[in-house]
Each structure stands twice: as C-alpha cells, then as structure tokens.
T-cell receptor, first 114, second 113 residues
Framework: GESVGLHLPTLSVQEGDNSIINCAYS??????FIWYKQESGKGPQFIID?????DKRQGQRVTVLLNKTVKHLSLQIAATQPGDSAVYFC?????????????FGSGTRLQVQP | NAGVTQTPKFQVLKTGQSMTLQCAQD?????MSWYRQDPGMGLRLIHY???????DQGEVPNGYNVSRSTTEDFPLRLLSAAPSQTSVYFC????????????FGPGTRLLVL
C-alpha cells in the first residue's frame, strides 16, 4: 500500500546548527501534511502543517517545504537547541476514499549535541 | 482545557485478559482515533470515529473494539489480550476529519505477558 517514509533514521547536529529532516511520500493524492515532534514518553506534538496548494510554510524557527513533483517533504529547524532532541514524524492525509486518518512515517530521531 | 487525556498510563495484562483503555477530550472535537506505536515504527490507526455513534476500522483493527456514545469519550477495548498487542497506544482528536490537525494524548503503555 501507499506509505510515508523517511530517508534517515537518526540525525545528529551541533547546537546552533540548522537541521533538515526529510520525508518521502508516495500517495500523490495526499493534500495535507503535518510534522509532529515526539519526546520520550510523550504523545506526538504538532509542529507545523502544510497543504498541497503551498510549497513552503514558516513557523517559529521551523519551515516546512513541499515538493509535489518528487513527492518530498522536509522540516527545517533553525538554530537547533537541545530541547529539539526528539523523534520527528511526518504524516499525510489523503482525501476521503474510505480512510479518514493520517498515515505516519516511521520517524527520524534528532540528536542535538551541546 | 485538559486536551486529550488517557488512562491508565501503564498496564500489565496476562494473555487472555480483557481491559478498556480510556480516552477523553474536552475540546468538543468530532473526530477521534486510536493509534498504536511499536518500536521503530510510526503510528498505525486502529479505529476512528467521526462523531458520536459512528465508528470505523483503521489499518490494524483486529483484536480491538471501540464505541462512541458521547462526543467526549472514545474507549478502546481489548477483549482477549495477546502478546502481539504489547504496544504504546495513543488517542487523538481533531475538529473534523477533513485533514485538520490531530491532537494526541500522552499514551498508554501496555504490556501483555
């Protein structure tokens, strides 16, 4: 079946550097994408979202880029901090064709080195 | 608002036992769902509900039952627990199912021996 996947299971960066977490999706019908952050022992926390009619969306220190041509999604974190250490999931929503839920990737662990 | 709450936080069961994982939200969200998260994997949808009285199966529904008698509550029942159901379970809710952001509870960690 169609799925969302991630290129790198673990990303290690130095504090203060910028981080880029990548995600590939295979369902071209997906129209909404979300990045979640999950800290150890906690539930996923919403970071930022983007709809398929956009290429870029910025939040506070985070930017999501969407390339529909190659079905690629990325999360950029500026000036990465130790508190950013977590597992990051991308998720996609496909317009109702019987399923009304998000499809999650397997996650990327971000480790921030002080 | 408390958001999405789940109880218990941790539970140990023996094979064949039954239990109910509780989920409640106070945001008046129509859409609620249950996911399981296994090590090294993303979240997989078990069951979901688009409103009181309406439920449907997700990706991995076998071994689980749900009901939605009120907007606020969406319990997940394991009728006969199996070791394969050892996992972390997350409940989520959103205003509607139309691609809106889902808010997750803190999770229930379940160990089936």
């Amino acid at each position: 079946g169609e799925s969302v996947g991630l290129h790198l299971p673990t990303l290690s960066v130095q504090e203060g550097d910028n981080s880029i977490i990548n995600c590939a999706y295979s369902n071209s019908a997906s129209d909404y994408f979300i990045w979640y952050k999950q800290e150890s022992g906690k539930g996923p926390q919403f970071i930022i979202d983007i709809r398929s009619n956009m290429d870029k969306r910025q939040g506070q220190r985070v930017t999501v880029l969407l390339n529909k041509t190659v079905k690629h999604l990325s999360l950029q974190i500026a000036a990465t901090q130790p508190g950013d250490s977590a597992v990051y999931f991308c998720a996609e929503n496909t317009p109702p064709t019987g399923r009304r839920a998000l499809t999650f990737g397997s996650g990327t662990r971000l480790q921030v080195q002080p | 608002n408390a958001g999405v709450t789940q109880t218990p936080k941790f539970q140990v069961l023996k094979t064949g036992q039954s239990m109910t994982l509780q989920c409640a939200q106070d945001m008046n969200h129509e859409y609620m769902s249950w996911y399981r998260q296994d090590p090294g994997m993303g979240l997989r949808l078990i069951h979901y509900s688009v409103g009181a009285g309406i439920t449907d199966q997700g990706e991995v529904p076998n071994g689980y039952n749900v009901s939605r008698s009120t907007t606020e509550d969406f319990p997940l029942r394991l009728l006969s627990a199996a070791p394969s159901q050892t996992s972390v379970y997350f409940c989520a809710s959103s205003y509607n199912a139309g691609g809106e952001t889902q808010y997750f509870g803190p999770g229930t960690r379940l160990l089936v021996l």
